[in-house]
């Protein structure tokens, strides 16, 4: 049998993968990321918490995707 192990309340950016790109203020970046996974209220707008925040956001986007229906299309038969 496996084990099953609970996760932590709060994930951190290196356990998911999050690369920091190196011309980013870490802390900030972070910051960011973490604000953007709870709210939708950008609060900083320094470079780094942005694209933090942005990542974030991205991330949630690319997660909630619902594989989408087929769009109805109506079209006109006109006899001959």
């Known amino acids: 049998m496996s084990k099953i192990r609970s996760l ?9 993968g999050l690369t920091i790109p190196p011309n980013m203020n ?4 972070r910051a960011g990321y973490e604000h953007g996974l709870k709210s939708n209220t950008l609060t900083n707008f320094k470079a780094s918490y942005r694209a933090g925040f942005r990542c974030a956001k991205l ?3 690319a ?3 619902v594989a989408s229906l087929p ?9 001959p």
Not at 9 to 15: D, F, L, N, P, Y
Request: charged share 45%; hydrophobic share 30%.
């Open 63 to 65: 997660k909630s995707r």
């Open 8 to 16: 932590p309340s709060r994930v951190r950016a290196k356990e998911v």
């Open 71 to 79: 769009q109805k299309m109506k079209f006109m038969v006109r006899k």
């Open 59 to 61: 991330e949630q986007k």
């Open 26 to 29: 870490p802390e900030l970046y």
